[in-house]
């Protein structure tokens, strides 16, 4: 009795072992409520939406979701890359030139043995049923096709293709400028079954004589798309417009009675008065118009309304991906969610792509993480060797689309080439929100690579 009397109660939080049991069981705890809350905000969620969340990627052929690896071969270390070469990566092989090159020093290098593999030397193929990304893509004539950062607009039974024209010579205007073409124009090409493209020539042309145009030569166009207007039905073109040293940073606007043109330059302007360069314009089905920018030094990206007209931005507008350095926006919807794709801010090297949904085209933008699928670690790292430029829908094919993207030859840039591949809405994300525990309520956004692939059915308009 005595021994029990004088011992001390045994406080199981006041021993290390005890203070650990505590600390775990509050953890678990928090864990258990974190749980709770998401099942919880699922099921409320999904009850008060059209089923938003859909496991559902049909695509047509099932052979277009099929994960595609690739084969990946580095080369010995070499002593010596191409002066155009340790410009673009920055001069870093100087220090370290008995070092492994990267993969994307060789894609920058046009002297690297690997350049076959990133740009084949050879002719187009002889097909008009099959894509085969990163190949030669010749229009009806049998002339490459000259379209690059573009977008696709649907008039009735016919797609208008709409891009730089870059059939130029490339050079550097000064020591430090990124490679360049003078500007030629913006070309228009038609189709009806969005593989076999006609030329349409060129819709807006560069302005040879007069230096204070915005279009004179040696200036930059860049990244046209074009919108049609309900109300005035007019062809609306807005694209980045530049100078040779990226300073202007500002969007033109040119209109057209036609979708083949001619386009009338009308001005250029900084939206908003903020810097604008990598650009796109997204028609929502109410018919109301958005532009979406790269801005502030390209540390965010900017979303406009556009007016009416869509000749002119109005005050509302909304900064999102705030700091993230993101540009080459391309904007759909799908079922009542807007999703968009975006590139890193890296020149004319590929980078990783990312994919951003939302309930308003003003946002708050969440990123649901990297949607490349197949080839292999490298090709998803680098969007195929790529940058995104445009999301097509594809007309009576459920949750699929097609993804556009520009794989840029800095060497030569009239021989970039296309890369365009299947995209699908469908599933559940498998990243987290990056400022939350929780997992995104919108579906998986997934881009399969494919060294060949065709259309589910020739699909036409």
Sequence with gaps: ????????????????????????????ALVGLILIFHVHSIIIYKSNTNSKVSVSVTIGDKELKVVEEEPMFMLPPRRKHSPHAVKRIGGRVKKHQHQHPTVIDEFLDESSKLRPFFFPDRRPPNDTLYYYPGERWVDTDGNLIQAHGGGVLVVENTYYWYGENKDG???????????????????????????????????????????????????????????????????VMWMHIDNANYTKASIGVAVSEKPTGPFKYLYSKR????????????????????????????????????TNDYLDVTTVMRKTLVGRRREAPAVFKHQNTYYMITSGCSGWAPNRAMAHAADSMLGPWETLGNPCVG??????????????????????????????ADRWNPADLKDSRYVWLPLTVGGLPDAPLEYDFAFPLWSRITIYWHKKWKLPNQTQL
């Excluded at 199981?12 to 600390?23: A, D, K, P, V």
């Excluded at 028609?283 to 965010?300: A, P, T, V």
Aim: net charge positive; aromatic share 12%.
């Design 1 to 28: 009795m005595k021994l029990l009397k004088n011992r001390k109660p045994f406080d199981l939080c006041s021993s290390n072992l005890g203070t650990r049991f505590c600390i775990c069981k509050i953890i678990w």
């Design 271 to 306: 939206p908003n008065g903020f810097d604008s360069r990598d650009m796109t314009i997204f028609k929502d089905d109410n018919g109301l118009g958005y532009l979406i920018y790269s801005s502030d030094g390209n540390n965010d990206l900017r979303i406009t309304l556009l």
């Design 169 to 235: 010579r490339t050079y550097h205007a000064h020591s430090k400028s990124l490679a360049r073409v003078d500007i030629i124009g913006v070309n228009c090409y038609s189709s009806n079954d969005l593989r076999t493209w006609k030329n349409e020539g060129v819709v807006l042309p560069a302005e040879k004589t007069n230096q204070t145009h915005d279009l004179y030569t040696l200036n930059v166009l860049e990244r046209p798309k074009v919108i049609f207007n309900d109300e005035t039905s007019q062809y």
């Design 375 to 404: 080839g292999n670690l490298m090709f998803r790292m680098t969007t195929f060797f790529s940058q995104g430029t445009f999301v097509v829908p594809l007309p009576g094919v459920s949750d699929s689309f097609v993804f556009m």
